[in-house]
């Protein structure tokens, strides 16, 4: 009864708000309060830096790998950063190391991939019209977008962008004295930095309140895809760490022009004695991995939530352990914020802290160790599709996997004594976190690319883009860790100064040469993404056979995602291949009174429950005021 | 190594060819692939492509491995050392089980549970003591490497023995700097960051008599066998850190925290080069911190000798005093006549020829 009153009343106002703002083109598509647009600007933006982030990579393995060859074919790009001689400038090494951490971590990572996914799948998935604060959503994406033109700025400095290592660790960072990149380039750095985590706030309080408020009838938090339980999580870990890294980068800020000392203390640089005492570099490293830590947590969830429901639906199968996926995410966002410390094992912290932190970090491995054997239980016995986004998911888990193990090596303080800063670490946290969200955020536009677009992407230049990205990745960071265990140290120009860095110069060598071809791979990708745009294959509404509320929606789905009501949900989003049933899905808005062929006993009881959500607040956006 | 090479790059041309011929169906298919809507695209290569990379790469790990391990340090030189040393292989052994085991089922999986026509899932969401137990397990393992990880890290980072030989190095863009505590009282002298200038470069703090005897060394370190040494580490401008590869040491440089790493290394640089066949050979010591430019070329030799041709050495050196007896002013006259005992032979009066004998000796701080 209420129903259809409710329901005749939507239609007043759905005719009602259709009609009111014809947006122009400024609004539509530039200043967009639509989560969908906001969703694909954060992407572009991302894949742009992606791109640039790649190739600064491949730009310092052409040094490591090759560092006698003359480049000074790369003069028109880099300009007065390759000397006569064609070689690389050091400092400039040390800026593209740092640029290209920086971009890949907070620009691709965070932003690309969080920003992308949680504005696009949040409302889509939970049955909401839109964000909570279309407004702010806007906000954080031109926040981020100047945070970005800022950044890139740098990138063109007589004395470069910043330099000091994606940490910035201070004194080097706060000395403009003690290195070029501290200069005007670290400056522009902290700017940028500050005004992307006003960014990542703006979005992170949108993602929680939309989540907590703007579930549809019946959306309980027992029945939230995995995905959105992944954003969610990831949006409260951004909330809490991002903050202190800004006040650690306003500290530092305050060190490099106020003359404040927090930290600096007895100094002795370019001929003088700095008056700064009682300072400790050693806090700005706390507040950082503060931040730092959680922050890979940030990058990763989002893409173990992503692959999550991407494995469920291409096994064809309900995802294993439901709860225990949201309990070990759980479990990995709270550890995420008390093991920040074995980042400094050996910054001469006190050893007993030391210790705390190897307990606490090592017992991350339990609830990520559950992870990994969930997705390869929802594989066993299913029925699996290699789409593109599956490939790339299987890949995921295969990273996360391999990258975790070592972490297992890394977090031992013991064992990091000899590990800490070798290349040992770079191959670790390359594999599980660098590759391993790089392939959510690839599974993740794959998959959803027809909602996006409504046409679809080149579906075997997919598998071939996997393919050759996922070898590609293995022979670049697999070979690492040998580097590392011959105590390569990180962040070398060349390793020529050294007798126990005279060997793997041939390793390095195919190092890079693999870097190379993954980087040319990825071309594959930036190509079928942008022709499918336009000229893709038209997609029908539920290309993947999908459970989730997205697919529910029309193929371009318009302001309000939805035409007439919000979907209700009557069950959870991973009623794949259920016995019984005819079809290998029953999507989420199905009700059980329409498959008692399939139900299961307990399933048969939530019948009598579904008058009870459907005489539910419609929670609309459109209908309540806001 | 070019065999590893050689291989990899064949391994990576033989799938890049398999992919690229896959290629070609494609161009030829683009249009003709949405005929069959019921059977994926591709789905059987794709699943005999994950197999193929299982075998691949199971071989190319292990082939790979065999080459690199020749150019890994060898054995470690210090007592701590051989412990993290064969602890790290001790977890490295555990973690290979696993990562071949998991990844044998990601990939193994894959193939095996392809879609094929007519076969339905099994709808299969949860079993709580398959869930119990590999919680568990995972536990228990971690348990066993905390602890005996914990009890290593304890012991490399308890306090030193009472009877060290303490040695102070302090990094700076882009060198280190070694201070010896002397051949008399063994102690370092206390040091002063604002006393620093061209030639004190350590700030030595010449109202403190235990710095009389200490000398200055910037090419190397020489330090004896099988007796405990205190690095004491600091840094005088940005972060460094002072890694010691084949003593498994690593520790911090940072400016205005003084830290600390003991270790007893117990080869001597002429054994290690017997044992390595290499006469060449020296123990290095690197940084790990970035610190500007010159950060990757922050070298430092470390000689570990005998006993005997160590107190050689370290007699035969000029304490600073005697390399710039000019600091003698800074010496509080009270402590004038026990500063004289350090000063070049025929105490200067005029700072002429105090400078002259300075520049003498400077060659080897330079």
Same mark, same amino acid.
């Given at each position: 009864m209420s129903a259809v009153e409710t329901g005749i009343h939507a239609d007043v106002q759905h005719e009602e708000h259709v009609h009111h703002d014809p947006l122009n083109f400024w609004r539509k598509y530039v200043f967009s309060e639509d989560h969908k647009i906001i969703a694909k600007q954060y992407l572009i933006t991302g894949i742009f830096w992606a791109m640039i982030g790649i190739a600064m990579s491949v730009v310092f393995r052409l040094q490591l790998g090759f560092p006698q060859a003359d480049i000074s074919w790369l003069r028109p790009v880099l300009g007065q950063w390759i000397d006569e001689a064609g070689k690389l400038d050091p400092n400039f090494y040390l800026a593209l190391v740092t640029m290209h951490g920086t971009i890949m971590v907070f620009f691709v990572l965070t932003a690309g991939l969080s920003g992308t996914f949680s504005n696009f799948l949040i409302p889509l998935q939970i049955g909401a019209r839109d964000m909570a604060s279309g407004f702010l959503n806007m906000l954080s994406y031109w926040f981020f977008f100047t945070a970005s033109v800022i950044m890139f700025a740098s990138l063109f400095l007589q004395t470069g962008p910043a330099a000091g290592g994606w940490v910035v660790y201070p004194p080097l960072s706060a000395l403009p004295q003690a290195h070029e990149g501290s200069g005007m380039g670290m400056t522009l750095w902290l700017i940028s930095m500050a005004l992307f985590i006003v960014s990542q706030l703006l979005g992170g309080i949108n993602y929680i309140t939309t989540v907590i408020n703007l579930r549809t009838r019946g959306m309980t938090f027992s029945r939230l895809p995995l995905t959105i339980w992944a954003f969610l999580i990831t949006a409260i870990l951004g909330l809490i760490s991002f903050p202190v890294l800004l006040s650690a980068a306003l500290l530092l800020i305050f060190d490099r022009h106020f003359g404040t000392s927090f930290y600096l203390s007895e100094i002795y640089i370019g001929g003088e004695a700095l008056p700064n005492v009682g300072g400790s570099p050693i806090l700005f490293q706390h507040l950082f991995w503060f931040l730092g830590h959680p922050e890979v947590y940030i990058v990763l969830l989002p893409a173990l939530g992503i692959t999550s429901e991407i494995?469920?639906?291409?096994s064809r199968k309900p995802i294993f352990g439901y709860r225990a996926m949201i309990a070990s995410m759980l479990g990995i966002a709270f550890l995420a914020f008390i093991v920040w410390a074995h980042h400094m094992f050996v910054t001469g912290m006190n050893p007993f802290l030391g210790s705390v932190f190897m307990f606490l970090t090592l017992i991350i491995a339990v609830p990520s160790a559950v992870k990994a054997f969930n997705y390869i239980t929802t594989l066993w016995k299913g029925n699996i599709i290699f789409t593109p986004a599956m490939l790339f998911s299987i890949g995921l888990v295969s990273f996360f996997v391999t990258g975790g193990l070592t972490g297992i090596i890394l977090g031992n303080s013991a064992l990091d004594i000899q590990l800490h800063d070798t290349y040992f670490v770079v191959a670790h946290f390359h594999i599980v976190m660098g590759a391993a969200s790089a392939f959510g955020l690839f599974a993740g536009v794959y998959h959803w690319f027809p909602k996006m677009f409504g046409r679809m992407m080149n579906y075997r230049m997919g598998q071939i883009h996997f393919w050759l990205t996922f070898i590609g990745i293995y022979l670049v960071f697999f070979p690492m860790h040998? /580097?590392? /265990?011959?105590?390569?140290?990180?962040?070398?120009?060349?390793?020529?100064?050294?007798?126990?860095?005279?060997?793997?110069?041939? !390793?390095?060598?195919? /190092?890079? /040469?693999?870097?190379? !071809?993954s980087f040319l791979a990825q071309f594959i990708f930036v190509w079928n993404f942008f022709y499918s745009i336009f000229k893709g294959k038209k997609a029908t509404q539920n290309p993947w056979n999908s459970n989730t509320l997205e697919w529910t929606a029309p193929i371009n789905?318009?302001?309000?995602?939805?035409?007439?009501?919000?979907?209700?949900?009557?069950?959870?989003?991973?009623?794949?291949?259920k016995p019984g049933s005819a079809q290998d899905f029953i999507p989420q808005n199905i009700p059980y009174s329409q498959t008692p062929e399939s139900n299961l006993p307990h399933e048969n009881e939530q019948i009598a429950m579904e008058a009870e959500i459907e005489a539910q607040n419609f929670n609309d956006q459109f209908k309540n005021a806001h | 190594m070019t065999y590893i090479v050689g291989i990899l790059i064949v391994v990576f041309l033989g799938l890049t060819i398999l992919v690229v011929s896959r290629l070609q169906n494609v161009l030829k298919g683009v249009d003709a692939g949405s005929e069959d809507s019921s059977k994926p695209e591709g789905n059987s290569w794709n699943a005999w492509m994950f197999m193929a990379f299982l075998v691949l790469s199971f071989v190319g790990f292990i082939w790979s491995y065999y080459s690199a391990e020749k150019d890994f340090l060898p054995e470690a030189s210090s007592i701590h050392g051989r412990r993290t040393d064969d602890l790290f292989w001790f977890s490295m052994a555990i973690l290979t089980i696993a990562f071949f085991i998991v990844n044998f089922l990601i990939f193994y999986f894959s193939w095996k549970y392809q879609y094929k026509k007519g076969n339905k899932a099994t709808f299969y969401p949860e079993n709580h003591k398959l869930e119990l137990i590999w919680t568990v397990i995972p536990a228990i393992v971690m348990a066993l490497l905390v602890f005996t990880g914990w009890k290593a890290w304890s012991d490399i980072t308890s306090d030193a023995p009472k009877d060290s030989e303490v040695f102070e190095i302090m990094g700076k863009q882009f060198g280190w700097y070694v201070r010896y505590p002397g051949v008399d009282n063994n102690k370092l002298g206390n040091y002063n960051y604002k006393l620093i200038d061209s030639q004190n470069e350590m700030g030595l703090d010449l109202s403190d008599e235990n710095s009389f005897d200490d000398f200055i060394s910037v090419s190397e370190l020489h330090v004896p066998v099988d007796k405990p040494v205190l690095l004491k580490i600091r840094a005088r401008d940005v972060l460094h850190s002072v890694f010691i590869p084949h003593m498994r040491v690593k520790m911090d440089a940072v400016p205005g925290m003084p830290t600390k790493f003991w270790f007893i290394p117990d080869k001597t640089t002429a054994e290690m080069r017997a044992e390595l066949g290499n006469s060449s050979f020296d123990y290095e010591i690197a940084c790990t911190e970035v610190c500007g430019r010159g950060h990757f070329a922050m070298r430092l030799r470390l000689i570990v000798e005998d006993e005997a041709s160590y107190r050689k050495w370290c007699a035969e050196q000029k304490t600073f005093l005697e390399t710039y007896p000019e600091y003698l002013a800074k010496v509080p006259d009270n402590l004038k006549p026990k500063a004289m005992k350090y000063m070049p032979e025929a105490a200067p009066s005029d700072s002429t020829t105090a400078q002259t004998t300075g520049i003498g000796t400077t060659a080897s701080f330079r």
């Amino acid at each position: 009864m209420s129903a259809v009153e409710t329901g005749i009343h939507a239609d007043v106002q759905h005719e009602e708000h259709v009609h009111h703002d014809p947006l122009n083109f400024w609004r539509k598509y530039v200043f967009s309060e639509d989560h969908k647009i906001i969703a694909k600007q954060y992407l572009i933006t991302g894949i742009f830096w992606a791109m640039i982030g790649i190739a600064m990579s491949v730009v310092f393995r052409l040094q490591l790998g090759f560092p006698q060859a003359d480049i000074s074919w790369l003069r028109p790009v880099l300009g007065q950063w390759i000397d006569e001689a064609g070689k690389l400038d050091p400092n400039f090494y040390l800026a593209l190391v740092t640029m290209h951490g920086t971009i890949m971590v907070f620009f691709v990572l965070t932003a690309g991939l969080s920003g992308t996914f949680s504005n696009f799948l949040i409302p889509l998935q939970i049955g909401a019209r839109d964000m909570a604060s279309g407004f702010l959503n806007m906000l954080s994406y031109w926040f981020f977008f100047t945070a970005s033109v800022i950044m890139f700025a740098s990138l063109f400095l007589q004395t470069g962008p910043a330099a000091g290592g994606w940490v910035v660790y201070p004194p080097l960072s706060a000395l403009p004295q003690a290195h070029e990149g501290s200069g005007m380039g670290m400056t522009l750095w902290l700017i940028s930095m500050a005004l992307f985590i006003v960014s990542q706030l703006l979005g992170g309080i949108n993602y929680i309140t939309t989540v907590i408020n703007l579930r549809t009838r019946g959306m309980t938090f027992s029945r939230l895809p995995l995905t959105i339980w992944a954003f969610l999580i990831t949006a409260i870990l951004g909330l809490i760490s991002f903050p202190v890294l800004l006040s650690a980068a306003l500290l530092l800020i305050f060190d490099r022009h106020f003359g404040t000392s927090f930290y600096l203390s007895e100094i002795y640089i370019g001929g003088e004695a700095l008056p700064n005492v009682g300072g400790s570099p050693i806090l700005f490293q706390h507040l950082f991995w503060f931040l730092g830590h959680p922050e890979v947590y940030i990058v990763l969830l989002p893409a173990l939530g992503i692959t999550s429901e991407i494995i469920a639906t291409n096994s064809r199968k309900p995802i294993f352990g439901y709860r225990a996926m949201i309990a070990s995410m759980l479990g990995i966002a709270f550890l995420a914020f008390i093991v920040w410390a074995h980042h400094m094992f050996v910054t001469g912290m006190n050893p007993f802290l030391g210790s705390v932190f190897m307990f606490l970090t090592l017992i991350i491995a339990v609830p990520s160790a559950v992870k990994a054997f969930n997705y390869i239980t929802t594989l066993w016995k299913g029925n699996i599709i290699f789409t593109p986004a599956m490939l790339f998911s299987i890949g995921l888990v295969s990273f996360f996997v391999t990258g975790g193990l070592t972490g297992i090596i890394l977090g031992n303080s013991a064992l990091d004594i000899q590990l800490h800063d070798t290349y040992f670490v770079v191959a670790h946290f390359h594999i599980v976190m660098g590759a391993a969200s790089a392939f959510g955020l690839f599974a993740g536009v794959y998959h959803w690319f027809p909602k996006m677009f409504g046409r679809m992407m080149n579906y075997r230049m997919g598998q071939i883009h996997f393919w050759l990205t996922f070898i590609g990745i293995y022979l670049v960071f697999f070979p690492m860790h040998y /580097i590392g /265990i011959a105590g390569f140290p990180r962040r070398y120009y060349q390793f020529t100064s050294f007798d126990f860095g005279k060997s793997f110069t041939d !390793l390095n060598m195919f /190092i890079t /040469i693999a870097a190379v !071809l993954s980087f040319l791979a990825q071309f594959i990708f930036v190509w079928n993404f942008f022709y499918s745009i336009f000229k893709g294959k038209k997609a029908t509404q539920n290309p993947w056979n999908s459970n989730t509320l997205e697919w529910t929606a029309p193929i371009n789905p318009g302001h309000g995602n939805w035409e007439g009501d919000i979907p209700a949900v009557y069950r959870w989003s991973y009623d794949y291949s259920k016995p019984g049933s005819a079809q290998d899905f029953i999507p989420q808005n199905i009700p059980y009174s329409q498959t008692p062929e399939s139900n299961l006993p307990h399933e048969n009881e939530q019948i009598a429950m579904e008058a009870e959500i459907e005489a539910q607040n419609f929670n609309d956006q459109f209908k309540n005021a806001h | 190594m070019t065999y590893i090479v050689g291989i990899l790059i064949v391994v990576f041309l033989g799938l890049t060819i398999l992919v690229v011929s896959r290629l070609q169906n494609v161009l030829k298919g683009v249009d003709a692939g949405s005929e069959d809507s019921s059977k994926p695209e591709g789905n059987s290569w794709n699943a005999w492509m994950f197999m193929a990379f299982l075998v691949l790469s199971f071989v190319g790990f292990i082939w790979s491995y065999y080459s690199a391990e020749k150019d890994f340090l060898p054995e470690a030189s210090s007592i701590h050392g051989r412990r993290t040393d064969d602890l790290f292989w001790f977890s490295m052994a555990i973690l290979t089980i696993a990562f071949f085991i998991v990844n044998f089922l990601i990939f193994y999986f894959s193939w095996k549970y392809q879609y094929k026509k007519g076969n339905k899932a099994t709808f299969y969401p949860e079993n709580h003591k398959l869930e119990l137990i590999w919680t568990v397990i995972p536990a228990i393992v971690m348990a066993l490497l905390v602890f005996t990880g914990w009890k290593a890290w304890s012991d490399i980072t308890s306090d030193a023995p009472k009877d060290s030989e303490v040695f102070e190095i302090m990094g700076k863009q882009f060198g280190w700097y070694v201070r010896y505590p002397g051949v008399d009282n063994n102690k370092l002298g206390n040091y002063n960051y604002k006393l620093i200038d061209s030639q004190n470069e350590m700030g030595l703090d010449l109202s403190d008599e235990n710095s009389f005897d200490d000398f200055i060394s910037v090419s190397e370190l020489h330090v004896p066998v099988d007796k405990p040494v205190l690095l004491k580490i600091r840094a005088r401008d940005v972060l460094h850190s002072v890694f010691i590869p084949h003593m498994r040491v690593k520790m911090d440089a940072v400016p205005g925290m003084p830290t600390k790493f003991w270790f007893i290394p117990d080869k001597t640089t002429a054994e290690m080069r017997a044992e390595l066949g290499n006469s060449s050979f020296d123990y290095e010591i690197a940084c790990t911190e970035v610190c500007g430019r010159g950060h990757f070329a922050m070298r430092l030799r470390l000689i570990v000798e005998d006993e005997a041709s160590y107190r050689k050495w370290c007699a035969e050196q000029k304490t600073f005093l005697e390399t710039y007896p000019e600091y003698l002013a800074k010496v509080p006259d009270n402590l004038k006549p026990k500063a004289m005992k350090y000063m070049p032979e025929a105490a200067p009066s005029d700072s002429t020829t105090a400078q002259t004998t300075g520049i003498g000796t400077t060659a080897s701080f330079r």
